[in-house]
């Protein structure tokens, strides 16, 4: 997640500390690193509540990724799921299903398999939907504080990914 803040000067919001101090990457945005003397700079006061706000915008930017990748897990399983289930369906061989158990192979009733991964489908499905709604609760906090800190600071902020 980046912030701008200042005229043309970028700062990078460091993922390991959403604590991070916006009046600093003010401070740098507005004189140092050879900024133009013509350019008018804008001197923008950031509140205690607006750090809040920014200090929240940046974790719940870090939730919705972690989300967004668990829920693209979540949909690879559910799909290989399905596939271990068209296969194992379609299986004819003579010695029929056999399951991995360390390095040995069993041989399984068909029924047994598409029960366990009909199974690890709804649940796998389950879990999706619980991470799909947890994050649309993150996007929507998020469009909000959006909302507050673009109405406070316009373009001198840059909340886009």
């Known amino acids: 997640q980046a912030l701008t803040l200042g005229l043309g000067r970028r700062a990078v919001a460091p993922h390991h500390r959403p604590d991070f101090c916006a009046r600093a990457l003010l401070d740098r945005a507005?004189?140092?690193?050879?900024?133009?003397d013509t350019i008018?700079?804008?001197?923008?006061?950031?509140?205690?509540?607006?750090?809040?706000?920014?200090?929240?915008?940046?974790?719940?930017?870090?939730?919705?990724?972690?989300?967004?990748d668990e829920i693209q897990g979540l949909k690879k399983d559910v799909q290989t799921y399905k596939d271990a289930i068209?296969?194992?369906?379609?299986c004819m061989e003579e010695e029929g299903l056999l399951l991995r158990i360390g390095e040995a192979f069993t041989p399984v009733e068909e029924d047994v398999v598409t029960e366990k991964l009909g199974?690890?489908?709804?649940?796998?499905?389950?879990?999706?939907?619980?991470?799909?709604?947890?994050?649309?609760?993150?996007k929507t906090e998020m469009d909000q504080l959006k909302k507050v800190l673009y109405n406070k600071f316009g373009s001198t902020i840059n909340l886009e990914k």
């Not at 920014?54 to 939730?63: A, E």
């Open 30 to 36: 507005r004189g140092q690193g050879g900024m133009s």
């Open 86 to 90: 068209e296969e194992a369906e379609g």
């Open 40 to 68: 008018e700079q804008r001197d923008i006061e950031v509140a205690k509540e607006d750090q809040v706000r920014i200090n929240r915008f940046s974790r719940l930017n870090l939730r919705y990724d972690e989300l967004d």
């Open 119 to 138: 199974k690890l489908v709804s649940d796998s499905e389950e879990q999706l939907k619980v991470k799909t709604d947890q994050i649309e609760e993150v």
